[in-house]
C-alpha cells in the first residue's frame, strides 16, 4: 500500500481496515451517483461496476481522512436515523431519498467500523476514536455545491452507541423508530439477516458468549437481539435530542412532527414528494407499499408470541409510553 | 506489491482529473484493460494487461473483505 495517495474531489472512503499500522482507509470514485438506494453498499455496488473505480482506488492512513474533511468543507449530518430493525427506518430513510439536492447514507460498513474500532484496536482513545468517527461521517457530507440536507441512517445494532455517537455530533437531533416487536420477530425469522448470526462482524449480544448463542434456539436468540435494542434505545429517553416513533404512526402522522424535530423546514411540495416515495415498497422501490400488519400478526407462531410477550412486550410498553403520540 | 510503473501510473491518475475522466469512460473490463496500457503510454508508462486485471480483481477482493 501507498501511504501517500492523493485522494480528489468527489471520493468516498469505502473501506476502513485496522491492522498493526493503525486505521487505514481506501477510497473510491463516488461516480456522481446519488446514493439514493435503499443502502450505501447497494450504490458503492454501483460505483464498482465501472472498471476504473475497482483498479485505481486511493489508500491512505486515517490521517488523509481527517485531512480531507477538513479541506472539503465537509457538513455534519442534519439528522440521524436509528432503530430496531424491520420497523420503518429503509422507508424514513428512502423518504429522504425523495428530496432533492439530498443526501442519505444508510448503514454504511465504513461506519460501523468506526463505531467499534475500540474492538479491533485495543488501547484506541476514547477521544481518537470520537474524532474518526466524526471525521467518517463528515466524509459523505462533502459536495459542491453543499447538499441541502444531509441524514445517516444507522444499523441497527448502533442503538447500543448513541452516546459514542452523541460525543461526535453533539447537535444532531435523532430519531429512534420501533415497531411491535412481535411483528419484528415474525419478520427476521421468516428473513434473518446475517448480522443477527452470533458473533458475526463485531456483534455478540452483551452478557451472552458465543457457545450460549450458538447452543440457543435462534428464535430466542432473536428476540434477545431485540430486547437489546429496545432497552439500549429506552437507556437515552432522556436524551435532548432523540424523539421515538412507532411504526404504527409512519409515515403520514408522524412525519410532520419528525420533520420539526429534526429542524427541516420543507414546504408542502417537498412533503408531498416524501409521503410520494412512501407509497412504494422502501426496500424494493420497483414495487407498490402492501401493509403487512396484519400478515405478521397472523403468521407468529405461538413460540414466537410467548418469546414476545415474556421478554419484548413490557419493553415495547415503556418505549410506546415515551413515544412521539399524535393529538388527540 | 505493486510494480515502479503501476505505482508511477497510480500516482498519476489520482493528480490528473483528465487521466481520471478518460480512464472513467471505459465500461466494460476489456476495454479498460486496452484502454488504461494506451493511456500510460502517453505517459511513457509501460503496464501490462496482467499489471491491470490484478488491480481490478483486488478492488473486487477490497469489496469482498470490507467488513474484515
Redesign the interface.
Known sequence: M?A?????QRYLP??V?FGDDGATV?WC?D?GLDFDDPFFDET??RC?R?????????HTPISALLDHVQRNGCRPPDAFIFHMSRCGSTLLSQMFTALPATRVISEA?TIDRMLYADRALPGLSAQTQVEWLRAIILSYGASTPPFARYVVKFDAWHVERIALISQAFPEVPWVFLFRNPLEVLVSMLAHRAASTLPGV?THLLPGVDLYTAANMRSDQYLALILSHYMKSALKQREHPRGMFVDYADLPQRALPAILAHLCLDLDESAVALMLARASRDAKHPSAEFVPDTSRKQAAASPAARQLAQELLMPTYEELRAICWRPSP | M?SAPM?QF??L???N?QL?EA??A????AS??TG?IQLASNFGIVLSAEE?RE??A???R??L????
Do not use: C, H
Open positions: 501507498s501517500v495517495d492523493q485522494v480528489p469505502m473501506r481496515k481506501s470514485s461516480d458503492l455496488l464498482l465501472r472498471p476504473f473505480n475497482r483498479a485505481f482506488r486511493p460498513t462482524g | 505493486l505505482q497510480r500516482r491518475v489520482f493528480s482529473a481520471r480512464l472513467q471505459y465500461a466494460d473490463d479498460f484493460v488504461t491491470i488491480a481490478l483486488a478492488g473486487q477490497e469489496w473483505e470490507r467488513w474484515l
